[in-house]
Nanobody
Framework: QAQLVESGGGSVQAGGSLKLSCVVS????????MGWFRQAPGKDREFVAA????????VYSDLVKGRFTISRDNAKNTVHLEMNSIQPEDTGIYYC?????????????????WGQGTQVTVSS
């Protein structure tokens, strides 16, 4: 059974940076595309970023493009989300997820395994 464990969340002031990590076990990590999603209170879960199995193709939400970077280390079964110039609207619970789907990486229902999430709170 797949396990995805996020870490690195916390409280930060606007303009600051955070780096989230997600360690994956129980699946063949190198064959999965990995995504990051977030959910703010009272809102639907939304796509943030995704990477294909080798990092050769990455996609970002327009809301984070140019500020966030997704990367992965297949030797360590880990995917990261580096967040720079964080804004209050980036507040939410951040989830990593795994999928074998490389076409619909921006759609939550395309993902088959999810972590429990890590909270990011940005103050102005």
């Amino acid at each position: 059974q797949a396990q995805l464990v996020e870490s690195g969340g916390g409280s930060v002031q606007a303009g600051g940076s955070l780096k989230l990590s997600c360690v994956v076990s129980g699946l063949s990590f190198k064959w999965f595309s990995m995504g990051w999603f977030r959910q703010a209170p009272g809102k639907d879960r939304e796509f943030v970023a995704a990477s294909t199995w080798n990092g050769g193709n990455t996609v970002y939400s327009d809301l984070v493009k140019g500020r966030f970077t997704i990367s992965r280390d297949n030797a360590k079964n880990t995917v990261h989300l580096e967040m720079n110039s964080i804004q209050p609207e980036d507040t939410g619970i951040y989830y990593c997820a795994a999928t074998r789907n490389i076409v619909e990486m921006g759609i939550p229902t395309a993902y088959e395994s999810w972590g429990q999430g890590t909270q990011v709170t940005v103050s102005s």
